[in-house]
RNA sequence: GCUCCCUUCGUCUAGUGGCCUAGGACAUCGCCCUCUCACGGCGGCGACAGGGGUUCGAGUCCCCUAGGGAGCGCCA
């Protein structure tokens, strides 16, 4: 038998955390067993999805690699599907018409909740031999067994048991017709053949109701993974505060697509003691089983620091490509400067996020540094302008302009004056920079170049 | 209210009855390295929610309590 998973959101909202978490065990789950992953959209909802959603979902798919088999389909194009096994299911007495007003149905419940029972459809219209004389459209609803119960053997939750007693008759069609969420989404399932369904667990409540009308429609009953909720750093509902933005932020603030990956991946399964997983790692090691079945929290700095990982040991070349987008993102021209490569190889281990690095780099590009007043105060001082002076007169004269001569002229100068390293080294990067900040002095300077090093220097010493 | 789920350091987790005086990672603190900031290295602080069982032995199995969460919609 061939896997095949499905992610299945609806556009009401931006991709999310939560949301990419529950894709990302979904198409590693299909990838590992060398099945198929379908992306579904779930966009019955006429009044709340939106097209910029779709657009969001797919695009923040395709920036994290989660590459789909089949899809994207959309349920708004699947409406004749439904309607045919809606009519299967009243004519096979498995489902009927509901004719009960709003009213009726919210006095009940009220009545239900006063006496402290959990509110449930009466199944008053059930039994009904004659449609009542009403003008109103009916719904459909259908036939939940009323006795017996639903085994759930969830691969994160393990068995679950639920009594039919406390499932009720739910609603498959509405009183225009449009088929209900938890409808459409066995009536998918089944007909695209999923064979494993990994979501949140907010949906394990719905579970036993979708098994029973599968069972009704005669349909194998797929495998469920249900996956505990992202929390919030606080260990609250996760809210905009905490990361519940579109995952495409994530890319505007400079983050790797294999951190957050290797971040989320982490967040309710392991392996081991293991933390850094490549691409093909995940796939060959993970394994719903190992799944937590509790919800955890999301940790900003975990991430942070997996996105330094990343930026440590990945190819310069390509990262250079995620710091070019930064450095458009922020206005930084980056034709006149160093290679970004090389920038991204000085700037690596001093940067948590591709725009942090971008950021920190705006004096490579630019030739209007600006200086920070702190650094030119403690560091540019009036005796500290000979040697700098000097200094911009050996750099000039460099015919290897190489980090190891510049640092050899370096040492040489303060040799020379008897100062310390730091003594020269601070004013000069100050000079160069602007800031008391930047990599190695001799990497920032043979990165700035040799004329606008040494224009740099004479301008603060003038 | 009812049903269901969850509970190991601040956080993510290892742990599948003896290997646990509970291991790793992030964060944090200290030291070292050092031209700055970092990176890196070394070390410290820090947890089995509580109570009952079962067992020779429980973080691990069972029950209860407490605390979190979800569902109970003509939303998905």
Redesign the pocket.
């Known amino acids: 038998m061939t896997i095949r998973t499905r992610f299945a959101p609806?556009p009401?909202g931006y991709l999310h955390i939560g949301g990419v978490r529950t894709a990302l065990f979904s198409w590693l789950y299909a990838r590992k067993h060398g099945g198929q992953f379908i992306l579904r959209i779930?966009?019955?909802?006429l009044e709340?999805s939106t097209e910029e959603a779709v657009t969001a979902i797919l695009a923040g798919m395709k920036w994290l690699g989660l590459n789909h088999d089949e899809g994207p389909f959309y349920?708004t194009q699947r409406f004749d599907h439904y309607h045919a096994v809606i009519a299967q299911l009243v004519a096979e007495s498995k489902a009927y018409y509901c004719y009960c007003?709003?009213e009726r149905?919210e006095n009940l419940?009220q009545e239900q909740?006063a006496r402290?029972?959990?509110?449930?459809?009466d199944g008053h219209c059930r039994h009904l031999s004659v449609p009542p004389t009403t003008t109103?459209a009916p719904?459909v609803r259908f036939k939940n067994p009323e006795v017996g119960e639903v085994v759930v053997k969830d691969l994160i939750?393990?068995t679950?048991?639920?009594?039919n007693r406390?499932l009720?008759d739910l609603?498959i069609a509405?009183?225009?017709g449009s088929p209900?969420?938890?409808f459409t989404v066995v009536v998918d399932d089944w007909e695209m053949q999923i064979t494993h369904v990994i979501r949140g667990?907010?949906?394990?409540?719905?579970t036993p109701r979708q098994i029973n009308i599968l069972r009704a429609l005669g349909a194998t009953v797929p495998q469920y993974a249900h996956v505990?909720?992202i929390?919030g750093?606080d260990?609250?509902?996760l809210s905009k505060r905490h990361g519940a933005v579109s995952v495409l932020n994530y890319q505007e603030e400079g983050y790797l697509p294999e951190a957050l990956l290797n971040y989320l991946v982490?967040?309710?399964?392991?392996h081991?003691?293991q933390?850094i997983f490549s691409r093909q790692e995940m796939i060959e090691l993970f394994e719903l089983e190992?799944v937590?079945?509790?919800?955890?929290?999301f940790?900003p700095?975990?991430l942070?620091?997996l996105n330094?990982h990343y930026i440590?040991t990945g190819e310069p070349a390509r990262l250079a490509e995620h710091l070019r987008f930064q450095c458009e993102l922020l206005g930084i021209e980056t034709q006149a400067g160093p290679p970004l490569a090389e920038v991204v190889t000085a700037q690596a281990?001093?940067a948590k996020t591709l725009r942090e690095m971008a950021q920190n780099s705006r004096y490579f590009f630019t030739e209007k540094v600006q200086y920070e007043e702190k650094a030119v105060q403690k560091h540019l001082t009036t005796e500290i302008k000979k040697p700098l002076s000097d200094l911009a007169n050996r750099l000039e004269q460099l015919t290897e302009w190489q980090p190891t001569s510049i640092?050899a002229v370096v040492h040489a100068i303060a040799d020379q004056y008897q100062l310390?390293?730091?003594k020269i080294?601070?004013p000069l990067?100050v000079a160069m920079t602007g800031t008391?900040?930047?990599?190695?002095?001799?990497v920032t300077v043979y990165l700035i170049g040799q004329q606008r090093s040494v224009a740099r220097i004479r301008q603060v010493i003038t």
Do not use: C
């Not at 982490?266 to 392991?270: A, D, H, I, M």
């Open positions: 609806s009401t779930e966009d019955t909802d709340r349920q007003s709003k149905l419940r909740l402290k029972e959990k509110p449930r459809y109103a719904v939750k393990g679950v048991i639920f009594n406390e009720d609603i509405r009183s225009d209900t969420y938890n667990d907010d949906h394990l409540n719905n505990a909720m929390l750093s260990g609250q509902k982490r967040l309710g399964w392991s081991h003691d933390e190992a937590n079945s509790a919800p955890a929290a940790n700095e975990k942070l620091w330094q440590k281990e001093r640092q310390k390293l730091g080294a601070q990067r008391a900040v930047s990599p190695p002095i001799e």
